[in-house]
């Protein structure tokens, strides 16, 4: 009984989600667009925040979402399609916009490394516990405001502290509730594939 279980587990050790669909060329092509495309639909779920050039959207989330179920490899491509295609015109960052000459650019290249973070810890069994995928969050969203605010005050000529005041202290409630979704929803899905594993 116990010979049975255990190539289950070792199976799965290593695994991202996006590792249980069986593997061809055509899978990892259709995961990077499908993670480009969701990281651009959620960017159109915006809301201005007061004073500052940076709204609130849902790309953060996509991003780290992509990452942590495509994998490291197949998140940075995800997000260097989303960028790449960004800066040549397709209108999906947020609000709409495009290119790259824009203060928040940074945000995008921040992503960019974050979505190849957190799928580097989703290979090691971040995404599969509660406190695991908070911790990868949190990384992710430190990684993106690490490029993103220094970004924002370059781009922009505010000082560093002004920078902060209005590209991260504003976003940091809704970056909780973020983390909070992604805590519940990827362990609960680790859980559903256990299940019908």
Known sequence: ???????????????????????????????????????????????????????????????????????ARRGFLALALYA???????????????????????YILGMLLASTVVGALARRGADRSVLRTAGAMVLGSAIIYA??????????????????ALGLTPFLLGDALKAALAMGALPAAWKLVGRKG
């Not at 295609?85 to 609000?95: H, I, K, N, Q, T």
């Open 1 to 71: 009984m116990s010979t049975a279980a255990a190539p289950a587990r070792s199976l799965r050790a290593g695994t991202v989600l996006a590792d249980l669909i069986p593997a061809s060329r055509a899978r990892d092509i259709a995961l990077v667009v499908g993670g480009a495309a969701l990281t651009g639909l959620a960017a159109q779920i915006t809301v201005p925040v007061p004073g500052s050039p940076v709204p609130v959207s849902g790309q953060t989330f996509a991003a780290l979402l992509v990452g942590t179920a495509l994998g």
């Open 84 to 106: 790449v295609a960004g800066m040549a015109g397709v209108p999906w960052f947020a609000e709409a916009s495009s290119g790259y000459a824009m203060p928040t650019f940074g």
């Open 147 to 164: 490029v993103g605010v220094p970004y924002l005050a370059l781009a922009t000529g505010m000082t560093l502290g002004k920078a902060v």
